[in-house]
């Protein structure tokens, strides 16, 4: 019979705990399936990084639990009767211990028999689990090897591909990438050698488009660049390079492949979540999907790439897509801390478990035993009578063995188990605590205040923007947006004081560059950054805008009313109901909408009676169904309309809900880069 290799039982482990790993993700997924996409994908992309720590976790293995039989039970109690006693000395040299004689020399032929056995087992020939180990590891090798062509796949269509620097693509790529907040742009090329759009890239992020992109509308081409760029704003190339690897040294498992699977679906559902939530219509992103997934059979992605759409999974993404129930908006930053601490902290309970064998209860020792002990680095100790062998196993051992039997059998019986030192270190990993020090915005406060190049003042502005909460931050910024000879620095400064939320000093220096800076660009990054900072003491200041020239300022000026949230509906911001300009009067329905000013009731009532906009129309009468009961009479005159999707609006309206998607959001103001420069 092949033999057992020493390796078989920690690898069997190893399988359950990696088995017992994905189960727990797969419930966890069922439990979160009304939830967010994003919220699913950190389900699987936990599980994907625990099954990758899982042996480094199990070599580690600092909480033992006494789960197997003791090593020599079943031989012992099957010799006991044959065999008076057992050679300790015999034993020892096995098991390389010190022994103790304290019995008669009898069973030294016996002990010698049982010493042979190792010396048979040692030429027997190679074992199953070894050719196992030979065919996994062959395997994975391949496997590996085919993620390193992918690699090299995509090097290969990037170099050949050419940058797409037409306005048309270049103007909305920064714009979305200022949207979702990225430090930097990817790369946008466009290549003949794919068919599929796709990113690809873990430390330098690309987006490859096909040629067929050429003839692509503007509505599309927002569309895809939204859902490329949310890959790169939450990482989805690292999680999806993770899960090929996971399958690569996991291959043998189905749950494996299975969570590389589900964690790529619920990133690309996630990223049209995020296209919906930034205003795209479900049906035209639906439309925009099925064109792009039906012009193409094979697209022939490389594995480490993340292609738009795969065929197999287009079904339920459109479903989930024209879903209006569904959830968006992914968990909250304190949900999904609770979320992945959780996951986290079990599989590194479960990894760090190491099952050991159980140590025998103590027993009495009798005469003529011999008794073999371990010396001072040995983990075992082995006690032997003439009932046979008994094993007890221990985390620690005295320094030295005791002088009776009696003292090196209490000895054995009271080891120690798991390290509660190691299991309390483990805790605290999986809290993962940090404390942020606030001396980098302190640096980059006095550099604002001092410096004499206006471009290193401009900088230091833009790197202050992630310390709204630092009162040194806020108030350098706010200094400099009163009193710097320079507009870009203002102008920097006004976009970096939109994440002071709590800041009555932030409000008040963008309110008092909205009514006295001189320069446009300036007066328009505050009028952005007071709606972003949501403050309603700022409404005043922002009313008078609502009459500008401009029409993109007077809808920037809308949205940040509406953003502020103000008790009463500003009369002017009511009269942009009837503005000429159709941006501007969805963006003063929505502001109707967020500010749910029963007064204004009548208004838009009026105004959709003229309205011609199908989206405006839709608009109002959502924020129709934001008035309360004054606004009854009108929804219930539109229930009967021949219009199915406006009787959809109106009868969601009344009920309370919101049955047309997302709301579409005027586009925020971008980022100004810190090497723009702008002259008064």
Known sequence: MPRLEPFALPALVLLVKATCLLLVAVAASLLLQRASAGSRHLVWLVAVVGLLALPAMSAWAPVRVPVL????????????????????????????LPTVDV???????????????????????????????????????TLVLWL????????????????????????????????LGLEAAPRLLRSEDVRMP???????????????SDGWSAERRTAVLI??????????????????????????????????RRLRAESERACDDLALVFGARPSEYAEHLLDIVSCVRDHNTPAVALAMAHRREFEGRMLAI??????????????????????????????????????????????????????????????????????????RHPAAPSSTAASRQTSAANRTGPDAGAVRSALAIARGDTNHSSRRAEVLAKMLRSDSSAEIRRIAAWGLNDYGENTAAVEALAAALGSDTDASVREMAAWSLSDADESSAATAALVKALRQDKNARVRATATWALGEVGDASAVDALVPV????????????????????????????????????????LSATWALFSIEDPDATGA?????????????????IRALGAMGERSVDALQGLVSSSDPQIRKTAVTALAGGEASGPWPWPRPMPRPFPDEHDDE
């Open 546 to 585: 609502l009459s500008d020239a401009n029409a993109d300022t007077r809808e920037l000026a809308a949205w940040s009313i509406g953003s502020c949230e103000p008790k009463k509906a500003p009369a002017a911001l009511v009269a942009l109901l009837g503005d000429r300009d159709r941006d501007v009067r």
């Open 604 to 620: 838009l009532e009026a105004a959709y009676k003229r309205e011609t906009d199908p989206e405006v129309r839709i608009g109002m």
């Open 322 to 395: 024209l879903d209006p129930a569904l959830e968006r908006r992914g968990m909250g930053r304190l949900q999904t801390v609770g979320l992945v601490g959780g996951l986290a902290a079990l599989a590194l309970a479960v990894g760090a478990a190491a099952p050991v064998p159980r140590t025998p209860a103590p027993v009495a020792q009798a005469s003529g035993t011999r008794v073999a002990v371990a010396d001072s680095d040995s983990d075992i100790g082995v006690l032997v009578d003439s009932t046979g062998i008994r094993v007890a196993v221990s985390a």
């Open 69 to 96: 039989p003791a090593p020599l039970g079943a031989a012992a109690s099957e010799a006991g009767a044959a065999v008076g006693t057992v050679d300790a000395k015999a034993a020892g040299s096995r098991l390389d």
């Open 148 to 179: 390193a062509y992918g690699a090299w796949s995509v090097r290969r269509i990037v170099r050949r591909a050419e940058p797409l620097d037409d306005p048309d693509w270049q103007t909305p790529l920064y714009e979305i990438a200022d949207r």
């Open 198 to 212: 796709f990113a690809a890239g873990v430390v330098s992020s690309t987006v490859v488009l096909p040629a067929e």
């Open 103 to 141: 019995g008669s020399d009898d069973s030294r032929q016996a002990s010698s028999a049982a010493a042979a056995t190792p010396e048979t087992l040692a030429v027997s020939p190679l074992g199953l689990g070894t050719a196992l180990l030979a065919a996994w590891a062959a395997i994975a090798l």
């Open 227 to 260: 859902h490329e760029l949310g890959h790169v704003r939450r990482r989805d190339l690292i999680g999806h390079t993770l899960g090929r690897v996971a399958c690569a040294f996991w291959w043998f498992h189905p749950l494996a492949w299975t969570a590389a």
